[in-house]
């Protein structure tokens, strides 16, 4: 039995022609993803923590939502009520705020005119792993969701297909948990 292996020169090289992303982002081709990328392009900045902050998109002549904390108030309660009857979730789920407190990610908005998305927690069983789904499709005091609201900009992901199928192609795969990274964005109304 005879095999060869190619040069680590040729792998490494291999590897981050594959692995490389795209130098430049295609050009939007409608003027909405146009003006979406200019917003980001004028928005985004990092804080001194490394997060990401950029302002959220608004679709031109779209008024920014009132306050819909009192929308939020009630989702919030109903989650709590929900827990009640739960008490290892409760608890995990008391556990899951301080952790988002700590970490900076949930702050005290005294503003009465906020926006606040309102957000519901999903629990894994077997882990006790906790997720929270906020809900930018819930509708508003005006009775429009946020989403309606928002330029979504241009795709710049490839197809799912597309990442399915290069995945498979390789013997060794590398997978993690995005949890932490997701929390290091920061998106201001």
Request: glycine share 2%; charged share 25%.
């Amino acid at each position: 039995m005879v095999t060869t292996t190619p040069p680590i020169e040729e792998l490494v090289s291999r590897f981050w022609k594959i692995e490389d992303t795209p130098s430049a982002i295609p050009p939007a081709v409608n003027p909405e993803d146009h003006e979406c990328e200019e917003h980001f392009k004028k928005t985004f900045k990092r804080d001194k923590y490394g997060r990401y902050i950029v302002s959220l998109p608004f679709k031109n002549g779209v008024s920014i939502p009132s306050s819909n904390r009192a929308a939020s108030w009630e989702s919030y309660k109903r989650l709590k009520k929900k827990l009640q009857h739960d008490t290892s979730e409760m608890q995990d789920y008391q556990a899951f705020l301080k952790e988002y407190l700590d970490l900076g990610h949930m702050p005290s908005v005294r503003t009465p005119s906020a926006y606040v998305i309102p957000y519901t927690s999903v629990f894994k069983k077997d882990s006790n792993r906790i997720r929270v789904v906020f809900n930018a499709s819930a509708l508003d005091i005006d009775g429009i969701l946020l989403n309606d609201r928002l330029s979504t900009g241009p795709k710049l992901q490839p197809d799912l297909s597309k990442i399915i199928s290069k995945f498979r192609t390789r013997i060794v795969a590398l997978c993690t948990d995005i949890h932490l990274y997701t929390d290091s964005t920061i998106v201001l109304a």
